[in-house]
Nanobody, 114 residues
Framework: VQLQASGGGLVQAGGSLRLSCAAS????????MGWYRRAPGQQSELVAG???????NYADFVKGRFTISRDNAMNTVYLQMNSLKPEDTAVYYC?????????WGQGTLVTVSS
């Protein structure tokens, strides 16, 4: 299973970005899909997750600003990020679970300037 993340970049505070992460390989069905992030000098933290049934959960620091969604036919998870803040600057990683195994994407850098 391989994950390809895209959509990161440089944006001004208050702006928006949309991250995508497409999974490929020997996949029958994907259970949970999610996004994590790691800011410089900090530990990784969960940003948002979505189950196969479409239930979502968000970290408190992104509630109301970020939206996670998935396209099961395309094995793709998205993260729409609005009202970005400088403290959202981090490398964002996608994660999926398939048959109990966890897979990670390569990370995409999001930089929010003030």
């Amino acid at each position: 299973v391989q994950l390809q993340a895209s959509g990161g970049g440089l944006v001004q505070a208050g702006g928006s970005l949309r991250l995508s992460c497409a999974a490929s390989g020997n996949i029958i069905s994907i259970n949970t899909m999610g996004w994590y992030r790691r800011a410089p000098g900090q530990q990784s933290e969960l940003v948002a997750g979505i189950t196969s049934g479409g239930s979502t959960n968000y970290a408190d620091f992104v509630k109301g600003r970020f939206t996670i969604s998935r396209d099961n036919a395309m094995n793709t998870v998205y993260l729409q990020m609005n009202s970005l803040k400088p403290e959202d600057t981090a490398v964002y990683y996608c994660n999926i679970t398939v048959a109990g195994w966890s897979y990670w994407g390569q990370g995409t850098l999001v930089t929010v300037s003030s």
